[in-house]
C-alpha cells in the first residue's frame, strides 16, 4: 500500500469519528474524492479495531444490511452500546450525526 493511499486516509478519517456519532458514507467519500460505494468497499476489509459501525448511509440506514444482514445486527449492538438507538425505521437518527467532525470531513 502507498503511503497517504485512499485506504490508509480513510483509516484515518474513521479514528476521528467520536464515541456516539455516525458520520455517512457519502461525507467520506467527499473528503477523499471518492464515491461513496467505493467507501463501502473500503470499509468491507478495515483493519481490526476500526469504528466501522459509525459509517451509515446519508439518511441513517444502516447499508451494511442489504449484503450482510448478521453484519447489520453486530452494527446495531455497537451502536447501541454507543447509546445510539435506532428509531422505528431502523435509522440512526439526525441527532447523531456528528455534524462537526462532519464539516471538517467535507473540508479536509
Given amino acids: 500500500m ?25 461525507d467520506l467519500a467527499r473528503s477523499l474524492g471518492i464515491v461513496p460505494v467505493q467507501v463501502g468497499r473500503l470499509l468491507a476489509r478495515v483493519p481490526e479495531g476500526l469504528p466501522w459501525h459509525r459509517v451509515v448511509g446519508a439518511d441513517g440506514a444502516l ?7 448478521e453484519h447489520a445486527a453486530l452494527q446495531r449492538a455497537l451502536l447501541a ?3 445510539i ?6 435509522r440512526v ?14 473540508h479536509a
Fill in 2 to 26: 502507498r503511503k497517504n493511499s485512499i485506504e490508509e486516509q480513510l483509516h484515518a478519517l474513521m479514528e476521528d469519528i467520536p464515541h456516539g456519532r455516525v458520520v455517512s458514507y457519502g
Fill in 63 to 69: 447499508r451494511i444490511a442489504r449484503r450482510a444482514p
Fill in 81 to 83: 452500546a454507543e447509546g
Fill in 85 to 90: 438507538l435506532l428509531d422505528d425505521h431502523g
Fill in 93 to 106: 437518527p439526525a441527532e447523531f450525526f456528528d455534524e462537526t467532525n462532519t464539516s471538517r470531513l467535507v
